[in-house]
Structures are given as structure tokens and as C-alpha cells.
């Protein structure tokens, strides 16, 4: 059974920075693109950022493009999301997701999905 587990969320003032991590366990995600999404209240969930578990590839969405950091610990099977320069509009549940569909910005990309740990950003 794969699980993965998010930590590292927080509350923040804008401007700040946080770091997510995401443990996987129950498989290697090698040949996996491994990544973020993210939902804010009332709204659909969104993509974030996505890594290939090689390393060799990364797709940001355009609102985090500059602010965001995706990378990988192959060692640990681990994925983190460094965010600086959080904003407001950054307030949301954040997703830890795994899949072999290719670097998708579609929630239907991905087969494997965390619990989810709560970002908010205050102005």
C-alpha cells in the first residue's frame, strides 16, 4: 500500500516562507512524477508543481513560477516544496501526488495522494 504523508504546513505573514516535505512509503517512486496541488476554500483543487523522480524535468504553475521549489531526496523517497514570497492567495490545503502519466496538470493524472497539510498566509 503506497502512502504518502505531508508535513511541514503552517501559518505564515506574507512575505514568509515555508517548507513542505512529503514521505512516501510502500513503494520506490522511481519511473513516478511526483508533485504538488493545492485548494484554497470554494475553489477547485489546482496544480502546483511537479518533478520527475529522476530529477530531470520540473513544471510549475504559473502563479508560483519564481516563488516555488520543487525537488527530490531519491535516499529518503522524499519530495519538498520550498515556498517563498507567500501571498494570501497561497492559503490552501496542499497535496503531496504521485503518477506515470507524464508531468499532468490534471487531478485525474495522478494516482497517488496525500492527506493533505493546511498553508495559510496572512496579510
Known amino acids: ?11 505564515v505573514q ?3 516562507s515555508l517548507r513542505l516535505s512529503c514521505a512516501a512509503s510502500g513503494r520506490t517512486f522511481s519511473g513516478h512524477v511526483i508533485g504538488w496541488f493545492r485548494q484554497a476554500p470554494g475553489k477547485e483543487r489546482e496544480f502546483v508543481a511537479v ?3 529522476s530529477g530531470y524535468s520540473t513544471r510549475y504553475a504559473e502563479s508560483v513560477r519564481g516563488r516555488f521549489t520543487i525537488s527530490r531526496d531519491t535516499a529518503k ?4 516544496l520550498q515556498m517563498n514570497n507567500l501571498t494570501p492567495d ?9 503518477g506515470t502519466r507524464g508531468s499532468g496538470t490534471f487531478t485525474d ?15
Do not use: F, K, P, R
Not at 77 to 80: E, F, H, P, V
Not at 91 to 96: L, N
Not at 109 to 123: A, C, E, H, M, R
Open 51 to 53: 518533478i520527475t523522480w
Open 77 to 80: 523517497n522524499a519530495m519538498y
Open 90 to 98: 497561497d492559503t490552501a490545503v496542499y497535496y503531496c501526488v504521485a
Open 1 to 11: 500500500q503506497v502512502q504518502l504523508v505531508e508535513s511541514g504546513g503552517g501559518s
Open 109 to 123: 493524472d495522478y494516482d497517488y495522494w496525500g492527506q493533505g497539510t493546511q498553508v495559510t498566509v496572512s496579510s
Open 14 to 16: 506574507a512575505g514568509g
